[in-house]
């Protein structure tokens, strides 16, 4: 894989709070990662104006909102996700599959193929354990959910699902090769785990299947941000064919 292949598939998780933040690493970053992820921290703080102020830097955004609600307020919400122009939108798959045709629908109708973003779903948050499912009564296991909210997010009209690394496997073996896979808890070979456990690094989680990578303190918080990124992308065209 070529360096420049690799560098695309590295999402910044702008994990700021305020408009200066974003322009300063939307310019450091901008020709060193493949898009930037804004959360509900930031939209809340900042709204779309964070969206705006990563694209004047030519940035790509992953715009990580996680809808759950009825399927036409999530309709609607998507598809103004949409119309920001951003390249990556999800949702809760937990939210069934109304909601997610719902969202399918309204932003095929109005965007084509090659402008739309494309829709993720989140199965079971990595953060849950089988006793957080057991208590809102859930008896399965985390992994039986996780690849059974992967098929249905793929059978309801989702591009991909956000998944732990350990889950890549699973969920590429559940839904086939075209089926989008985003991997936040990867830690390159360089960098400190922090408060991630379950973890890979970026080359062993493209090797098992992942399309990107979200990353944020080992990039963010490197002495060097900018040739963290540049590393590594490095370590994952080395170690991903
Ligand atoms: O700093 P770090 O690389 O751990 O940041 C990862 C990003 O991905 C953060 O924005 C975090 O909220 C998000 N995330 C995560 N683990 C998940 C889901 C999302 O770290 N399971």
Redesign the pocket.
């Known amino acids: 894989m070529t360096s420049e292949t690799a560098r695309k598939k590295i999402i910044f ?1 702008l ?1 700021v709070h305020g408009l200066d933040d974003i322009d300063r690493w939307a310019e450091t970053l901008a020709d060193k990662v493949g898009m930037f ?1 804004v ?1 509900k921290e930031l939209f809340t703080s900042c709204g779309p104006a964070a969206v705006k102020a990563v694209q004047r830097h030519g940035g790509q955004v992953f715009l990580d909102l996680k809808y759950h609600d009825i399927p036409n307020t999530v309709a609607h919400a998507m598809l103004g996700a949409a119309r920001l122009g951003v390249q990556l939108a999800n949702l809760h798959a937990l939210g069934g599959a109304e909601m997610m045709e719902a969202a399918a629908n309204a932003v095929h109708k109005e965007f084509n193929d090659t402008e739309r973003p494309r829709l993720l779903a989140v199965t079971i ?3 849950s354990t089988v006793e957080t499912l057991r208590q809102v009564g859930i008896e399965h296991s985390v992994q039986d959910m996780v690849v059974r909210l992967a098929r249905l997010a793929q059978a309801s009209g989702m591009d991909g699902v ?1 998944a ?1 690394p350990l889950e890549i496997g699973l969920i590429r073996e559940a839904c086939g090769p075209g089926f989008l896979i985003v991997t ?2 990867v830690r390159p070979s360089f960098a400190s785990v ?1 408060d ?1 456990k379950r973890i890979m690094t970026p080359a062993e989680a493209v090797c098992c299947g992942a399309d990107y990578l ?5 990039i ?1 918080k490197a002495p060097d941000p900018a040739q963290a990124a540049e590393c590594i992308a490095a370590e994952i065209a080395e170690g991903a064919v």
Do not use: N
């Open positions: 998780a994990d992820k959360g948050l990595t953060s956000v732990s936040p808890g922090d991630q979200v990353i944020g303190r080992p963010a």
